[in-house]
């Protein structure tokens, strides 16, 4: 099975969330959750990880979570497989607690928006499960410390959070000033929640960041991507990397058709140069066909694989001639390989 690619440096941020096993609670009581914020503060203690928010829901927790030094695999997997330990030993079972591999969702730490949009989203988590009517209430996570309610662990500091919503962690109405924050974010998702989840690319991303730091993340995961069997990786983010390769590869191949990309919207679905752009495409990248057709404006998916077919069989004499001009673009070194940088595609991320 295809694993998301992890990327550590010093100093990186990120969202970490893990579900129970097939679904299944990973807290059953009130001793486990004690449990687990003990491990995860010898978790920190041994790593020097930094925790700036977490909340602990029944079958899955959130971490808003600062690595100093590149060490997020290291410290997951001892943290992850000592609570599991505990909790199998507590309860007398065998087998997973959590569920495949954690999320880990990459978040530029050097823009304090970002922080303030992962750090709400994990404290508004128990009000949107419905396990409380008003913010600060459910005490397994950080928002009581947050709100001066309780003494916050040492392994968790709260400067961070509370600047990114500018509120000053040395006055001693900060709390107050968090909770009035926390207040008015809520009613205005209660507010507006016909008009979607406002929260979904935090869930379903792979980073949150500008493009500049996009595209420092999409370097290192194609190096990263390099150095092993492609299929070893998947995921958002190494489907980010392939769809923005795939978009150098489109320019070069425009440019040796003499086309230029607006004229992709108005040429028909079945344009000639189209196919087989769309069948060179599919032969020098991994970008799925979905994708293809989107950037080609070719409708339907299946119209990729069919003009690929079409390319291939070599029977039309037109296609033949626009394949021999692709072709020699790789010939004057136009064409990069799966894993060159650059480009400026990027999805599945929030920004």
């Not at 000033?177 to 406002?198: F, P």
Request: net charge positive.
């Amino acid at each position: 099975m295809p694993r998301q690619p992890r990327i550590e440096y010093a100093g990186a941020l990120y969202h970490i969330m893990s579900r129970g096993d097939r679904g299944e609670a990973i807290f059953d009581d009130d001793i486990d959750r004690h449990q687990f914020l003990k491990t995860l503060g010898e978790t920190c203690g041994r790593t020097g990880w930094i925790v700036h928010a977490y909340v602990l829901m029944q079958n899955h927790f959130h971490l808003l979570l600062e690595t100093p030094a590149a060490n997020l695999v290291v410290g997951m997997k001892w943290c992850l497989s000592t609570y599991t330990l505990r909790y199998n030993g507590r309860h007398q079972r065998r087998g997973h607690v959590f569920q495949g591999r954690y999320k880990a969702v990459m978040i530029d730490p050097e823009e304090f928006g970002f922080t303030a949009r992962v750090s709400t989203y994990i404290h508004l988590n128990p009000l949107r499960a419905g396990l409380e009517n008003r913010a600060g209430k459910y005490i397994w996570g950080s928002l009581p410390a947050y709100l001066g309610r309780a003494m916050p662990p040492a392994w968790l500091e709260l400067e961070r959070v509370y600047g990114s919503v500018e509120i000053d962690s040395h006055s001693r109405l900060a709390g107050r000033a968090y909770g009035r924050y926390l207040d008015r974010v809520w009613r205005i998702d209660t507010r507006h929640k016909d008009q979607g989840d406002t929260w979904e690319c935090l869930r379903r991303g792979w980073c949150i960041g500008d493009g500049a730091f996009r595209e420092r993340l999409l370097k290192a995961i194609g190096k990263k991507v390099a150095r092993a069997r492609r299929e070893t990786y998947g995921g958002g983010a190494k489907r980010a990397h392939d769809d923005r390769n795939a978009s150098i590869i489109i320019q070069a191949g425009l440019s040796a058709l003499g086309l230029k990309s607006k004229e992709l919207v108005i040429l028909r679905k079945r344009d000639k140069r189209k196919q087989v752009l769309a069948w060179w495409l599919n032969r020098h990248t991994s970008a799925e066909n979905e994708w293809i057709s989107q950037q080609l404006h070719m409708g339907h998916r299946t119209a990729v694989s069919k003009a690929s077919k079409a390319v291939a069989d070599g029977i039309d004499p037109e296609l033949n001639k626009l394949r021999q001009l692709l072709e020699n673009t790789k010939n004057h070194g136009l064409t990069p390989t799966p894993s060159s940088d650059g480009g400026p595609v990027f999805h599945g991320t929030c920004h």
